[in-house]
């Protein structure tokens, strides 16, 4: 079946220093979700990407979504401790539901 | 303030008894789902549903049930078969399939 793998699996980032995750899909996606979960808490969605090489902005995060469809970065820019949390990427095929990589724990040290 | 609400918050289950899970939307959302979430696992599907009185297995169906009577509500009953009960479960609803997910809080159940 489809699998979704996401590394790192921790990230450890001093304040102010870039953060990247990847994702990677088994096969090609019609869409890739990303979502944030704060310690704690639930999963909160940031933002979905559909078109292959869309490039997506929010503030200091950056979304993009590879030209085949298959892989995803999220990269937050001068992290904040804010930014604290676990971020996940799921990713969909038609009408199946989304698959979720196993996420990423960003810890901010101030 | 429409959401997804989850009860209760947590949960403490001796073994070998089964466990009903709540799970209520007002977002009128059609598609509704459950996750497990353990340690460095990720979210893991458990059941879905894409329409009242229908539902599918997702990756981890076994010693779960559900049922969905009704738009709003999709209850996840943990059974004494399930293995390993102890672990964060997620309720989430969606508009439609492909649309992003909206979680509840979470029920943490403990199984002793």
């Known amino acids: 079946g489809q699998q979704v793998m996401q590394i790192p699996q921790y990230q450890h980032v001093q304040e102010g220093e870039d953060f990247t995750t990847y994702c990677n899909s088994s096969?090609?996606?019609?869409?890739i979700q990303w979502y944030k979960q704060r310690p704690g808490g639930h999963p909160v969605f940031l933002i979905q990407?559909?078109?292959?090489?869309e490039v997506k902005k929010q503030k200091r995060l950056t979304f993009q979504f590879g030209e085949a469809k298959k892989n995803s970065s999220l990269h937050i820019t001068a992290t904040q401790t804010t930014d604290v949390g676990t971020y996940f990427c799921?990713?969909?095929?038609?009408?199946?539901?989304?698959?979720f990589g196993k996420g990423t724990r960003l810890s901010v040290i101030a | 303030d429409g959401g997804i609400t989850q009860s209760p918050k947590y949960l403490f289950r001796k073994e070998g008894q089964n466990v009903t899970l709540s799970c209520e939307q007002n977002?009128?959302?059609?598609?509704m789902y459950w996750y497990r979430q353990d340690p460095g696992q990720g979210l893991r599907l458990i059941y879905y549903?894409?329409?009242?009185?229908?539902?599918q297995k997702g990756d981890i169906a076994e010693g779960y049930s559900v049922s969905r009577e009704k738009k709003e509500s999709f209850p996840l009953t943990v059974t004494s078969a399930q293995k390993n009960p102890t672990a964060f479960y997620l309720c989430?609803?969606?508009?439609?399939?492909?649309?992003?997910?909206?979680f509840g809080n979470g029920t943490r159940l403990t199984v002793t």
């Open positions: 990407l559909v078109k292959s090489g």
């Open positions: 977002l009128n959302h059609d598609a």
């Open positions: 549903s894409q329409i009242v009185n229908d539902f």
């Open positions: 096969t090609t996606l019609s869409n």
């Open positions: 799921a990713g969909g095929t038609g009408n199946t539901p989304l698959v």
């Open positions: 989430a609803s969606a508009r439609q399939g492909r649309s992003p997910l909206h």
